[in-house]
């Protein structure tokens, strides 16, 4: 079968043939890979700043955002059956006993660093024809999702950064007798990253914003009119205009990478405000910030700060009645997040390229 793989030490990036993956235990399932998304991680991995082959491979395989039909399953395999659509998680447990969030199934917040992540860590990815998997890492899709599931990977973020949100607003007294509908949320970014979460605030009831460089007539400000969030440009208006134009801003959900622009919008967030940073940027000459304007808010106005990557099983599974709900509520915005569908023949150049919102590997 085909696979697109990033040779690590050679800097080439080509389609190989290996061998079809073999069900190797009674609760592992063989999907057949329907589609694959590409994203910034697959990006950097494919011009060699980022990833790493397994051991003993002079090459990764990757593609981590898919959606595959099971095909195949072992003895003990439950509630999968051939012909039922799944999601990848993407990574997997480091194997310390003394790791307690990889032993109570939650490599996410591993604290070792040995975790695998299948198509950028130690373990081959998902764009190729077929994947072999233990069923605890795969979450059944309801086959009305088929057209936008490959979006459940990229929605995890921000439902993880859903989970830590709840968690954080719990110090706040009276919190359950807030209603969103009065709180402003601003997102930084309007990429696929931030427009997800954008839905996810919407789907909150929140006052959604999406602050972001791009022109008002841009297809990614489009999704934004349509899931009901504003457009704020950046471009227009500097951070400092924000909390003039808004009021008090109680949550932040960073989607850019970019630092600059991330610290300057912290310096304007609101009394108790959380703020949510997922992007990751590269490690650069140190920047100039307003530091001491940032610490003495976050001391005097009692605000949080939280990073957080990848997601758990609670937050897939979440992810998949979200994603249900956006269809019924702004479908063709949803669709619109895909911009580009490529075949598997064509995954080389479309990873190398730039431009669009999501573009997708359709492999069957
Ligand atoms: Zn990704
Ligand atoms: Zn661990």
Known sequence: MKALAVFTSSREVRLIDQPDPVIGGPTEVKLRILEAGICGTDREIASFQYGMPPVNSPHLVIGHEALGEVVDVGSDVTGLAPSDLAVLMVRRPCPHDRCVPCRTGRPDFCNTGDFTERGIKGAHGFMTEFVVDDQRYLVKVPKELREVAVLLEPLTVAEKAGEQIRILVQRLPGHLRVDPSNLRAVVLGA?????????????????????????ADSPNVSIVSAIGARFISSVEHPPEDLAKMLGEISLVYEATGVVKISFDVLSVLGVNGVYIFTGVPGVKAPIEMDAERIMRNLVLKNQVLCGTVNAGRESFEEGVRDLGSFMQRFPAAVRALITARMTLDGARDAVLAKGGIKSVITVA
């Open 191 to 215: 990429g696929p990253i931030g427009l997800l979460g954008a839905m996810k605030l919407v789907g909150a009831n929140f006052e959604t914003y999406v602050y972001y460089r791009g022109k």
